[in-house]
Nanobody, 125 residues
Framework: QVQLVESGGGLVQAGGSLRLSCAASARTFSRLAMGWFRQAPGKERMFVAA????????RYAESVKGRFTISRDNAKNTVSLQMNALKLEDTAVYYCAAESSRWYATAAAGDYDYWGQGTQVTVSS
C-alpha cells in the first residue's frame, strides 16, 4: 500500500510560481512511476506531468510545457512539481499519483494505482 500526501498549494497571482510536493510512504518508491494530475471545477481530471523511476524520463501536458517541471528525490520519497508563469487556467486541485507497473512516465490516469487527496492551487488576476 502506498500513501501519498500533497503539499504546497495555495493562492498565487498570475505570472507567479508555486512548488508542489508529494510525500510517499512506500518501501519501493524508486520503483514507482509518479504523476501529477489536476481537476478544475466542473471538468475532468487531466494529466499534467509524469516522471519515471530514475527521473530521466518525463512527460508533460502541452498546456504546461516550458512552465512546469517535475522532479523526484528517491532518497526522500518525494516528487515535486515546480510551476512557473502560472495562468488563471492553472487553477485546479492538483493530485499526486503513483503506479507500480511501469518504469516510464505515463499520462494515462487509468495506469495509476494510488492517488493523494489533492491540494488546491488558485491563480488570481
Amino acid at each position: 500500500q502506498v500513501q501519498l500526501v500533497e503539499s504546497g498549494g495555495g493562492l498565487v497571482q498570475a505570472g507567479g510560481s508555486l512548488r508542489l510536493s508529494c510525500a510517499a510512504s512506500a518501501r519501493t518508491f524508486s520503483r514507482l512511476a509518479m504523476g501529477w494530475f489536476r481537476q478544475a471545477p466542473g471538468k475532468e481530471r487531466m494529466f499534467v506531468a509524469a516522471i519515471g523511476w530514475s527521473g530521466g524520463n518525463t512527460r508533460y501536458a502541452e498546456s504546461v510545457k516550458g512552465r512546469f517541471t517535475i522532479s523526484r528525490d528517491n532518497a526522500k520519497n518525494t516528487v515535486s512539481l515546480q510551476m512557473n508563469a502560472l495562468k488563471l487556467e492553472d487553477t485546479a486541485v492538483y493530485y499526486c499519483a503513483a503506479e507500480s507497473s511501469r518504469w516510464y512516465a505515463t499520462a494515462a490516469a487509468g495506469d495509476y494505482d494510488y492517488w493523494g487527496q489533492g491540494t488546491q492551487v488558485t491563480v488570481s488576476s
